[in-house]
């Protein structure tokens, strides 16, 4: 079958297509027939030898997938699903947990599918366990036009909070805008837009996917018993530092979000956070906004795309039709 394969670590730019063994399942693995691969940051990470996760080479990328069903334990032949796992869905065929395997609405597509893993279920780590979100409250979010970003738009709007986006041009401001946001804003002074969107009152949750120069003023647009949620650092900044007395004289939190490590241990809880979204993507709040279209072979160019921030919503890789 074929394959996207990281044969160095050298880069997005040397990913290639190769004819690789089928895989086998274990007695706890479903086996898919893959149509789609979403494109996500730990494959650029895996491509630079970069990623927490070292597998030996070469191996394939691809750590969001949806298609159908070969077999597996809970699901039917034929069924659609999605699925999430470390890496190896760039192919024809691949293996991914059952307790990581997903049965897909008939609603959803398999773009969307490949969009859903990993970003949503993020999201709703980040809003539902360590935002602890209600609907009365207001969330900012940076980097409101990416992957993440529009994943987190709906995920928050689907619990019934008001969402201001913020990002770096006009064009994105239209993309977060299509997502769901009720505003979205421009990076340059938002500090003072949100303040006037607030009445002066500031946000509850500032879910911060870009960290760099705007951390401080996400800090301080926080309302009363704000939480900034940590969930990555797509500026390239560096990652900034907190001083902890602006905590105390506010009564403001910093709280990360590790999703992977944290339900990767819990059998059960990607199910359980899947289950709350259901109903989301039933009412129209979920529905990935899908950016680029690639081929397999261009699955390295996609990567490239992704890390020169070219890319709007989510790309996906289409391996069959």
């Given at each position: ?10 880069g997005?730019?040397?990913i290639?297509?190769?004819?690789v ?13 893959v ?5 996500s940051f730990?494959?650029l990470?895996?491509?630079?030898g ?14 969001d ?8 334990p ?6 659609r699903?999605?699925?999430?796992s ?7 065929q ?9 049965a ?5 597509s ?6 859903l893993?990993?970003?949503y279920l ?11 979100l ?5 969330v900012?979010v940076?980097?409101?036009a990416?992957?993440?970003g ?11 909070a008001?969402v201001i986006g913020?990002v770096?041009?006009e ?6 805008r299509?997502?769901?946001?009720d ?12 303040k ?5 009152h ?9 960290g ?6 996400s ?5 009363t018993?704000?939480?900034l949620l ?8 560096g ?6 007395n602006?905590l105390?004289l ?21 199910q359980a956070?899947w289950?709350?979204l ?8 979920v ?6 279209r ?5 699955f ?10 070219r ?5 996906v890789?289409r391996v069959?039709?």
């Amino acid at each position: 079958m074929r394959a996207a394969q990281i044969q160095t670590l050298t880069g997005p730019a040397d990913i290639a297509v190769a004819e690789v063994p089928e895989p086998t399942p274990g007695p706890d693995d479903v086996l898919i027939d893959v149509h789609c691969v979403g494109v996500s940051f730990p494959d650029l990470l895996l491509s630079r030898g970069e990623y927490q996760l070292k597998p030996d080479l070469p191996f394939s990328p691809g750590v969001d997938v949806s298609g159908t069903v070969i077999s597996g334990p809970g699901f039917t032949p034929g069924q659609r699903v999605a699925g999430v796992s470390a890496y190896g869905g760039a192919a024809e065929q691949a293996v991914v947990p059952a307790m990581f395997t997903f049965a897909l609405p008939e609603l959803v597509s398999f773009e969307e599918g490949a969009a859903l893993p990993m970003n949503y279920l993020t999201a709703e780590f980040a809003l539902h366990e360590r935002g602890n979100l209600t609907s009365s409250e207001t969330v900012l979010v940076h980097g409101a036009a990416g992957g993440l970003g529009t994943a987190t738009i709906q995920v928050a709007k689907g619990m019934g909070a008001r969402v201001i986006g913020v990002v770096s041009t006009e064009e994105k401001a239209e993309v977060a805008r299509a997502a769901g946001a009720d505003e979205a804003i421009l990076l340059d002074g938002f500090k003072d837009r949100v303040k006037e969107l607030t009445g002066g009152h500031g946000v509850d949750v500032v879910a911060d996917i870009v960290g760099g120069a705007a951390f401080t003023d996400s800090l301080r647009i926080l309302g009363t018993q704000g939480r900034l949620l940590v969930l990555g650092f797509a500026s390239g900044e560096g990652i900034p530092e907190v001083k902890v007395n602006r905590l105390l004289l506010n009564n403001v939190d910093v709280r990360g979000v590790g999703w992977g490590a944290y339900a990767m241990a819990r059998p059960g809880y990607m199910q359980a956070q899947w289950a709350r979204l259901v109903p989301m993507m039933t009412a129209g709040a979920v529905k990935p906004p899908i950016g680029a279209r690639y081929d397999l072979a261009d699955f390295g160019r996609a990567l490239v795309d992704m890390d020169e921030r070219r890319t709007l919503g989510k790309s996906v890789v289409r391996v069959r039709d």
